[in-house]
């Protein structure tokens, strides 16, 4: 069993930054953010690859938002810039034991229990 543990949520104002972190306490081969809007299904946010460090974005964070992996570490970071009210969710971080790029969250076998992120217009 993986847990994973979110960290760096909060309230910002619309056009600021902030990044998320998820540490794992074990290595997986993939890891992604989704997020959950409030009365709205969980969506894909991105994605990475830890062996080649190729990612994936939904299309409505690209440019703005950026993942990364610190393998040393087992953390996966999510920055996030230039945030807009519509990024307001609560954003869960997963992780999965195979190789893939995957945008659907039972495409994932481990989750974490989600950090909020508030952006006011």
């Known amino acids: 069993q993986v847990q994973l543990v979110e960290s760096g949520g909060g309230l910002v104002q619309a056009g600021g930054s902030l990044r998320l972190s998820c540490a794992a306490s074990?290595?997986?081969?993939?890891m992604g953010w989704f997020r959950q809007a409030p009365g709205k299904e969980r969506e894909f946010v991105a994605t990475i690859s830890r062996i080649s460090g190729s990612t994936n974005y939904a299309d409505s964070v690209k440019g703005r938002f950026t993942i990364s992996i610190d393998n040393a570490k087992n953390t996966v970071y999510l920055q996030m810039n230039s945030l807009k009210p519509e990024d307001t969710a609560l954003y869960y971080c997963?992780?999965?034991?195979?190789?893939?790029?995957?945008?659907?969250?039972?495409?994932?076998?481990?989750w974490g229990q989600g950090t909020q992120v508030t952006v006011s217009s």
């Open positions: 997963a992780a999965r034991g195979r190789v893939g790029l995957v945008v659907v969250d039972t495409g994932y076998d481990y």
């Open positions: 074990a290595r997986t081969l993939s």
